[in-house]
């Protein structure tokens, strides 16, 4: 078996769609035109996933430390999970049919941060989808 022909790296920078699901009916969102939801990510072996990843796991060593390794507290959790929303939204690369009640949200990946920090349930899936 040739392992080379598993270019995981390569695909990774090409990314995907991820079609967004109703919290609810777990049925394909849908925008007026009738065309999916769809949030575009690169994969977790993509030099941006990887790049964002050694970034934030410094960050949390390094307030470990300071702290000297005390207990895992609520805000630790809160932190964490904000940081993954600043993960996805690092390999965030576009959307179609963000919509927060004004019309189309512009995209950035700051728009994606917020996104995924206040819509969980978008974070969620998306986090699931670059993990597979």
Not at 34 to 63: C, P, Q, Y
Not at 104 to 116: C, I, K, M, T
Request: hydrophobic share 35%; aromatic share 6%.
């Amino acid at each position: 078996m040739n392992l080379n022909q598993y270019k995981l790296a390569e695909r990774a920078e090409v990314g995907a769609d991820v079609g967004i699901v109703d919290p609810y009916s777990n049925e394909p969102l849908k925008q007026d035109d009738g065309s999916a939801v769809v949030i575009r990510v690169l994969g977790k072996d993509s030099a941006a996933f990887r790049k964002k990843e050694h970034e934030l796991t410094a960050r949390s060593s390094n307030r470990y430390i300071r702290r000297k390794c005390k207990d895992v507290t609520a805000d630790d959790l809160d932190v964490a999970e904000r940081e993954k929303s600043e993960l996805l939204a690092a390999i965030t690369t576009g959307w179609s049919g963000i919509d927060l009640g004004n019309g189309p949200v512009e995209f950035s990946q700051n728009a994606a941060r917020d996104l995924y920090n206040e819509h969980t349930w978008i974070r969620d899936q998306v986090d699931v989808f670059v993990g597979d």
